[in-house]
Nanobody
Framework: QVQLVESGGGLVQAGGSLRLSCAAS????????MEWYRQAPGEQRELVAD???????NYADSVKGRFTISKDNAKNTVYLQMNSLKPEDTAVYYC????????????????WGQGTQVTVSS
């Protein structure tokens, strides 16, 4: 069983910084992509940033230049460094990891974290 444990959320003033972590426990043979999503109250879940197995990254326009996604392959951990936070960044942040569970797996599976609350006060 693969479980994702997130940490690092909290309350911060506008302009401040937070660093989110998401660690995967359990065996996973290979990871294709690691992603961060967020969902604000009454809104749909949206993709914030992703990093693929080769290290290529993508960001939502709303966070470009402020957020940085990174990963530690040895620890199966993905991070999201969030700087210059704004009240509109307030949301529950979720990580998702997609990959092959076993070497003989013929398809990839996705696993979600439980979410961590980020609140930015003005």
């Amino acid at each position: 069983q693969v479980q994702l444990v997130e940490s690092g959320g909290g309350l911060v003033q506008a302009g401040g910084s937070l660093r989110l972590s998401c660690a995967a426990s359990g065996s996973i043979f290979s990871i294709n992509v690691m992603e961060w999503y967020r969902q604000a109250p009454g809104e749909q879940r949206e993709l914030v940033a992703d990093v693929d197995s080769g290290g290529s990254t993508n960001y939502a326009d709303s966070v470009k230049g402020r957020f940085t996604i990174s990963k530690d392959n040895a620890k199966n951990t993905v991070y999201l460094q969030m700087n210059s936070l704004k009240p509109e960044d307030t949301a529950v942040y979720y990580c998702r990891i997609t990959g092959r569970r076993f070497s003989y797996s013929t398809s990839s599976s996705s696993y979600w974290g439980q979410g961590t609350q980020v609140t930015v006060s003005s």
